[in-house]
């Protein structure tokens, strides 16, 4: 059966909330399931109620974004976390500043640019969530500035494009530490999509997998970085990725992650459980 290691929901950018996406993942017949926002575990107690009951597991994880010296957008995903753990409270409540301290720029230099955004509208279209460059492309798409999401990371505030700002975020060992002390496995997400970091530093700090079985990786790409985790000694897990409907993201069991991961999660996560 398939296994979605790797979606969102409301608590960060994703398109439903905790209790759907959990709806969506049995309706697909998922054995597993993993809610992974960024920098945020918001939503996790609201699917655990959901997923109460059911036969489709709903593991706790979560996002993070790491700084890596190559300029990649570095995401590691902490899965099979204790999501109530006090240490990744702390840190993720810094994430958190942080992730509103960007916008807040961002927003400020589209206004005087002339785009009509303030940061009290991407605040109503977050929900509350930890708070991301879609939310901020979807209240430009609701004021006609761009005509879809894509195109507003493509013109405005992609990585690339004029209005991006960068945040601060966690070095490697401190983001590996923070998910090992809340008993969780640290997986590099998606590197073909975000861009291959050095991985040196990662396996330094303990890293324990890699998301080989991304839905945006390429048959070649899951090749080399099933290869790749072998020849570390790392567990390969995968996922979707998923956002929700209406945002460009492979549907919910996208990915082709193997059933078989489950069991070397537990193993690995076994190893930081006292």
Do not use: W
Request: with cysteine; aromatic share 2%; hydrophobic share 45%.
């Amino acid at each position: 059966m398939p296994v979605d290691l790797h979606v969102h929901t409301t608590a960060s950018d994703g398109a439903l909330s905790p209790s759907e996406v959990v709806r969506a993942g049995r309706n697909a017949d998922l054995l597993a399931l993993a809610i992974t926002d960024h920098d945020t575990t918001a939503g996790l107690d609201e699917a655990l109620r959901a997923a109460d009951g059911g036969t489709m597991a709903l593991l706790a994880g979560v996002e993070l974004s790491v700084d890596e010296q190559s300029g990649s957008d570095v995401h590691v995903l902490g899965l099979l976390i204790d999501h109530h753990d006090a240490a990744l409270a702390a840190a993720l409540t810094g994430l958190r500043e942080e992730r509103e301290e960007r916008a807040a720029r961002m927003v400020a230099a589209l206004a005087a640019a002339g785009h009509p955004i303030d940061l009290d509208s991407v605040r109503e279209v977050a929900r509350g969530g930890s708070m991301g460059r879609v939310h901020i492309a979807r209240v430009l798409v609701g004021a006609g500035s761009v005509p879809s999401i894509d195109a507003a990371f493509r013109i405005l505030i992609g990585r690339d494009a004029p209005f991006y700002s960068r945040k601060q975020t966690l070095d490697a060992v401190t983001a590996v530490a923070t998910i090992h002390g809340a008993g969780g496995v640290a997986v590099l997400a998606h590197p073909g999509v975000s861009g291959e970091p050095a991985l040196t530093a990662l396996i330094e700090a303990g890293l324990d997998g890699i998301e080989a079985f991304h839905a945006e990786h390429t048959a070649p790409d899951r090749e080399r970085f099933a290869a790749l985790a072998a020849y570390h000694g790392l567990l390969v897990t995968g996922g979707s990725d998923f956002h929700g409907p209406g945002v460009h993201s492979a549907p919910i069991g996208g990915g082709g992650c193997p059933d078989s991961v489950l069991d070397a999660l537990a193993e690995r996560a076994g190893l930081y459980r006292s």
